[in-house]
């Protein structure tokens, strides 16, 4: 089977040195597929994606949103201190890169209908509302992709499993009249955001949650949301600061933990015959190695879901 990965090169762009938000992690996680054997696997298809434009953005954002993002007419009430930690300095290339970033579900979505799974080396991006930005996230990628599914698609149920150790509260928000997406956010219960939206199902787990206690809790959750609402597609926010080691997380798993967690949800869906794209998610640590190492537990997942062993 073929494992599409949407990758591009301008997911990231130059930034500032001690930024918090680690806009290198798009080079080196790509750099350290390569090093991993994924360009001399046959099982991988390399896809690279166009921007997402207004007609898909539109279904999910405000036209007037829009156009103040794309002007960088955002000065303090969304991108600097209002919103911590929002705070990205607005550029031309930041428009671009998010558009990218968007497109690039859009695109691991659309590969997933054709192969079954497919991952973005980028998104996440869960806090953004339709109207307004938050922490770290302009555009709400997983939910253009959903209602892409809806609209483009003709679909009628999508499940977004959001594993990310911070609450999609912009995805919630967004489809909080929605019944064709169900939202299920496992997430800290101390972490942003500090003021809770109401998911379909929400999980709030305690500091230092640990590898058992969260896979058990994972696939309790996730065979619930599947015999419930038998989604047709699943979107996947496999995001990494759920790590020990992260530094914006509370919980403790471990790398192994990530690999068992991503391959759970995975081969669940595989299991079930549900299309499922996967996205990368927040994760911020300094040390960009290690980072790598944590966000490729995906891909790895992915290839063992799918029945590829590993070479090189
Ligand atoms: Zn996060």
Redesign the pocket.
């Known amino acids: 089977m073929t494992l599409p990965i949407v990758h591009h090169p301008g997911y990231r762009i130059d930034w500032p040195v001690r930024h918090p938000f680690p806009m290198e992690k798009f080079r080196v996680l790509r750099e350290h597929l390569g090093a991993l054997g994924f360009d001399n696997l046959d099982a991988v298809r390399w896809i690279t994606p166009r921007p997402a434009g207004d007609r898909a953005l539109l279904r999910v954002h405000g036209a007037d949103y829009l156009q103040r993002f794309y002007l960088g007419d955002l000065p303090s009430a969304a991108l600097a201190a209002r919103r911590p930690p929002s705070g990205f300095p607005w550029s031309p290339a930041l428009v671009t890169r998010t558009l990218l970033e968007v497109g690039g579900t859009l695109a691991a979505v659309d590969q997933a209908l054709i192969h079954g799974l497919a991952l973005n080396s980028a998104g996440g991006t869960h806090h953004a509302h339709a109207d307004h930005a938050s922490g770290y996230c302009l555009l709400n990628d997983l939910a253009v992709a959903a209602r892409h599914l809806l609209a483009h698609h003709g679909l009628e149920r999508v499940l977004i499993v959001d594993c990310?150790?911070?609450q999609g509260d912009g995805s919630a928000d967004i489809f909080r009249d929605e019944t064709r997406v169900f939202t299920l956010s496992i997430h800290g219960e101390t972490n942003f955001p500090f003021e809770k939206r109401r998911s379909d199902r929400d999980v709030a787990l305690p500091r230092d949650t640990g590898d058992i206690a969260y896979l058990d809790v994972l696939a309790r959750e996730l065979d619930a949301a599947m015999m419930t609402f038998a989604p047709q597609f699943v979107l996947y926010d496999a995001?990494v600061?759920v790590h020990a080691a992260d530094r914006?997380?509370h919980f403790a798993l471990s790398d192994a933990g990530l690999y068992r967690r991503d391959r759970t949800v995975l081969s669940r869906c595989l299991a079930a015959g549900v299309p499922v794209a996967g996205v990368i998610?927040?994760g911020y640590d300094r040390d960009l190695a290690a980072l790598a190492r944590r966000h490729a537990q995906l891909f790895l997942a992915a290839l063992a879901a799918l029945g590829h062993a590993r070479e090189g």
Do not use: Y
Request: no cysteine; aromatic share 0%; net charge negative.
């Open positions: 990310d150790v911070h995001g600061d914006l997380g998610g927040g």
